[in-house]
């Protein structure tokens, strides 16, 4: 018998859509279905699995504004610890932290992994073209290290035009155009 775990599982509810996406322009181009609870655990089923860890999908919890990303993203990881607490068999969750703003990720995270006990973090490729090698983000990098918290490392779109100018699709552009980090 086979246990199976989607860890790249996007929760997707109204709020987080309708602050992230305009309604004719969806990112990535594509405005997924209505998402819910049920459909997704009906998608669970249907699909033969046992597990989702859920996550935000691109771009993230950030579109300009450091403290309506802060709210956004306590409002995300909130859902997800609903989730789990509602269903603990079907759910795991990534914590979203509200990048580029390095001291919103280190309250969130506490937040998150500490009172909500959220399962590690999602971090995008870049955060409104903050790469994750930026030396900015090293105190998070550092507060990550020492918790020794899993993370799940998404693509998303550079904002950089010279990347898009390699010929890369979007999301190999935003991996290829940051700065790599070095593992420690």
């Known amino acids: 018998m086979t246990f199976t775990v ?18 004719g322009h969806p990112v990535g181009g594509i405005a997924p279905p ?3 609870r049920a459909s997704t655990l009906s998608f669970l ?3 033969g699995i046992d597990v989702a860890v859920t996550s935000v999908s691109t771009p993230g919890v950030h579109t300009g504004d450091d403290t309506a ?14 989730m789990i607490r509602d269903r603990p068999d079907r759910f795991g969750g990534f914590a979203c932290l509200p990048l580029p703003d390095v001291d ?22 870049n955060a409104r073209g903050t790469y994750l090698g930026d030396p900015r983000l090293d105190p998070l990098f550092d507060e990550l290290q020492r ?5 799940f490392v998404h693509p998303n779109p550079s904002p950089d035009p010279s990347a898009h100018a390699l010929g890369l699709i979007p999301r190999l552009a935003s991996l290829r155009s940051g700065t790599q980090r070095q593992a420690s």
């Open 6 to 23: 989607d860890i790249h599982h996007h929760m997707l509810p109204d709020f987080f859509w309708r602050a992230t996406n305009e309604d």
């Open 34 to 36: 209505p998402w819910s």
């Open 45 to 47: 089923d249907d699909a």
């Open 69 to 82: 990303a802060r709210v956004l993203a306590r409002r995300c990881n909130e859902l997800a610890a609903e």
């Open 104 to 125: 919103g990720s280190l309250a969130e995270l506490a937040y998150a992994l500490d009172d909500l006990r959220l399962d590690g973090v999602v971090l995008f490729s």
């Open 147 to 151: 918790r020794r918290a899993v993370v």
